[in-house]
């Protein structure tokens, strides 16, 4: 399975950026799919993440401002990401939690700064 990010870069605080997730390969069945974020220093910690049936949990720094959504369809995730802060500047890594593994993307630089 293949995981690739893709849209990340520079935002001023308080804009957004669009974050997109695309897995692709011997895929059997997804059972989630997640945002982690990792700053210099830092764990990586779960951002967002929405599982099979669609349920979607959120850290607490980033409920209200971020939104995780995926069309099943074309096993690609995203993450809205709203009234950005400096704090959220990180590398933003995919997680797909498929039947027969957990497979990561690369990961895509989030900058916030003025």
């Known amino acids: 399975v293949q995981v690739v990010e893709s849209g990340g870069g520079l935002a001023q605080p308080g804009g957004s950026l669009t974050l997109s997730c695309a897995a692709s390969?011997?895929?059997?069945?997804?059972?989630?799919m997640g945002w982690f974020r990792q700053a210099p220093g830092n764990r990586r910690e779960l951002v967002a993440q929405?599982?099979?049936?669609?349920?979607?949990s959120y850290a607490d720094s980033v409920q209200g401002r971020f939104t995780i959504s995926r069309d099943y369809a074309k096993n690609t995730m995203y993450l809205q990401m709203n009234d950005l802060k400096p704090e959220d500047t990180a590398v933003y890594y995919c997680?797909?939690?498929?039947?027969?593994?957990?497979?990561w993307g690369q990961g895509t630089q989030v900058t916030v700064s003025s």
């Open positions: 929405i599982r099979s049936g669609g349920g979607t």
């Open positions: 997680n797909v939690a498929e039947a027969h593994g957990n497979y």
């Open positions: 390969g011997r895929i059997t069945r997804i059972e989630a």
